[in-house]
Nanobody
Framework: QVQLVESGGGLVQAGGSLRLSCAAS????????MAWSRQAPGKQRELVAVISRGGTRTSYADSVKGRFTISRDNAENTMYLQMNSLKPEDTAVYYC?????????????WGQGTQVTVSS
């Protein structure tokens, strides 16, 4: 069974930075694409960033492009999201997930989420 545990969320002022981490259990990590998604109160869940299993291909939502960077360390079964120049509209619960990435990304397993709050 796959387990994903996020950490690194918190409260930050607008313009600040945070780094989220996702620790994964099981050998599935190295053979799966990974992604970060987020959900703000009253809004639909949004796919924020995706990274291929080898880490050579990434994709970002337009809303975070140029500010967020997704990365992974397959040796440590860990994925990261570096978030810079944070805005109040980035406030959401951020979820780590694994999946497959073909023409589009499809998630299969999810973590419990970590809260990110950006104050203005």
């Amino acid at each position: 069974q796959v387990q994903l545990v996020e950490s690194g969320g918190g409260l930050v002022q607008a313009g600040g930075s945070l780094r989220l981490s996702c620790a994964a259990s099981g050998s599935i990590f190295s053979i799966s694409a990974m992604a970060w998604s987020r959900q703000a109160p009253g809004k639909q869940r949004e796919l924020v960033a995706v990274i291929s299993r080898g880490g050579t291909r990434t994709s970002y939502a337009d809303s975070v492009k140029g500010r967020f960077t997704i990365s992974r360390d397959n040796a440590e079964n860990t994925m990261y999201l570096q978030m810079n120049s944070l805005k109040p509209e980035d406030t959401a619960v951020y979820y780590c997930n694994t999946g497959t990435w073909g023409p589009r990304y499809e998630s299969h397993y999810w973590g419990q989420g970590t809260q990110v709050t950006v104050s203005s």
